[in-house]
């Protein structure tokens, strides 16, 4: 699509509007050889950008930044246009894009190594970059996931080539342009950076491949990240993938914040969050109170044209994730799981729907990554404890209590990469790092986080210094 700071301009494949399956564009669908060619460009430009001072990196993000900020409501209204989500959340994942460029900024001039001294000499650290990186990116948060493997890319110095999925690619041109004008202003090779779009099964599986890439950065499913550990080789890989994660109510929680706060991170992008509430795992004494204060809150959102400003709850990407997300209640509901509320589906949107599962049903045990809210009663924390590790999964997980001793030993005892006291899994700021264990993923997101992934300690012996 963008190679050696050129545009290629087919119409290979369509691109949809989830609400209304109206055609918004057309992107290209690169061949393998193309793809080589490019990964081949790349990697001629890593001394490039592995001189590049500081200071350049660091005008390069903070103008990128700034372009972004000049049209935050025009980017806004292509991820909703392109990704189904509700204006107002396209308009937050913006604002958070901005702030994660700006994070890398600073980062640009915070890479600091270490001195370790010795009996006749010194030992030095210091950060380099590791050369080509290859960024995977999903649909979901179509802008500021690229933003989180993009902005630390540049900011230490590495090549990029971008695959974006091919779902809701368009805001990831749209930051291609901006950062094609900002390189060109500042006199920079284009084929520091590279736009790939295309079939994942070919762009990404010839970037995960390839052996000049020297770093896959992945956002993603389980099983293609189980295949990019199969076939990266000697690559470093960063994998962010998918969870069932876990909300613990206990019986001494405020029952008001917790369901409002359940309802907000579960429906949030019509549960096509990978840090979504998976099922809420709720004391036996408070689950009356809980659940009617969740559904008299799940009965309260808008649901519709994304573009609306009212709306909270958009479409899901494709006919095909709407149907299985329908496939997943009936099964539910087939396991003895009771329904609440909801449980229709009209095109790519699925209601809101709220469910009284036992913890062996099929919706406590996958990603659903729609908007789907299991509620399991249970007798106390051991049983919460119990359940919550019983899983292939373990990204995030939520706590509510008053009581601050429990919620550390229930965190210390979760088998999570985050555990989120006071608020649902969903919780999430652009400085902290970010990832889960198990089959969720390997390595940290995070600007600090994903800086030192992307760098190489290199160790620098001074001996006999008299």
């Keep these: 699509m963008f190679i050696n700071g050129e545009w290629i301009f087919r119409n290979d494949l369509e691109v949809f509007n989830p609400y209304n399956l109206e055609v918004i564009g057309y992107i290209p669908s690169l061949s393998r050889k193309e793809v080589k060619e490019a990964i081949s460009i790349a990697q001629e430009h890593k001394d490039t950008m592995k001189e590049l001072s500081p200071s350049q990196r660091y005008s390069i993000l903070m103008n990128i930044a700034r372009e972004i900020q000049r049209r935050k409501e ?7 246009l392109d990704a189904g989500k509700p204006i107002r959340q396209s308009i937050i994942e913006v604002d958070r894009s901005i702030g994660v460029f700006k994070l890398a900024a600073f980062y640009a001039k915070e890479m600091r190594g270490e001195t370790i001294p010795l009996e006749d000499g010194i030992i030095l650290t210091k950060r380099e970059p590791v050369g080509l990186i290859g ?32 779902k809701a690619p368009m805001v990831a041109i749209e930051l291609t342009k901006i950062i094609e004008s900002i390189l060109k202003r500042k006199n920079i090779p284009l084929g520091v950076f590279h736009l790939l779009t295309g079939r994942g099964d070919i762009v990404g599986d010839e970037i995960v491949r390839n052996e000049k890439v020297n770093m896959v950065s992945f956002t993603g499913s389980v099983e293609v990240g189980e295949s990019i550990t199969r076939n990266a080789g000697f690559k ?25 706060s359940t309802v907000k991170g579960k429906f949030l992008n019509a549960g096509q969050v990978c840090i979504s509430v998976g099922k809420v795992l709720v004391e036996e004494e408070v689950a009356d109170r809980f659940i009617e204060r969740v559904v008299e809150e799940t009965k309260k959102l808008k649901v519709g044209n994304p573009l609306i400003r009212e709306t909270d709850v958009g479409p899901l990407i494709t006919p ?3 149907e299985r997300v329908e496939s997943l209640i009936k099964q539910g509901l087939e396991e003895g799981g009771k329904l609440l509320y909801g ?3 009209e095109g790519n949107i699925v209601y809101p729907t709220v469910m009284e599962v036992d913890a062996d049903n099929i919706l406590c045990e996958v990603e659903v990554f729609g908007p789907v809210l299991p509620i399991v009663r249970v007798e106390n924390i051991e049983e919460a404890i119990e359940i919550s590790n019983n899983t292939i999964y373990g990204l995030h997980a939520g706590i509510f209590t008053k009581d601050i001793n429990k919620a550390f030993k229930i965190a210390d005892k979760l088998e999570y990469g985050g555990v989120v006291i006071n608020n649902s899994p969903t ?5 902290m790092p970010f990832g889960g264990i ?17 760098t ?8 006999n210094i008299r």
């Excluded at 025009?74 to 909703?80: F, P, Y």
């Excluded at 995070?446 to 800086?451: I, Q, R, T």
């Excluded at 190489?456 to 001996?463: C, R, S, V």
């Design 74 to 80: 025009e980017l806004a209204k292509i991820i909703s």
């Design 135 to 166: 960024a995977i990116t999903p649909f979901n948060f179509p802008l500021n996931l690229v933003a989180h493997k993009v902005a630390p890319a540049i900011a230490t110095g590495n090549v990029v080539v971008l695959h974006p999925s091919s």
């Design 236 to 260: 470093k890989i960063t994998l962010e993938l998918g969870g069932n994660n876990p909300t613990i109510v206990l019986r001494d929680a405020d029952i008001e914040m917790a369901a409002k």
């Design 320 to 322: 095909e994730s709407a």
């Design 343 to 345: 449980g229709k589906r």
């Design 427 to 431: 919780f999430r700021v652009d400085n």
């Design 438 to 454: 198990k089959k969720s993923g390997l390595g940290r997101e995070g600007v600090k986080y994903a800086v030192e992934e992307m």
């Design 456 to 463: 190489e300690i290199k160790t620098i012996i001074i001996k």
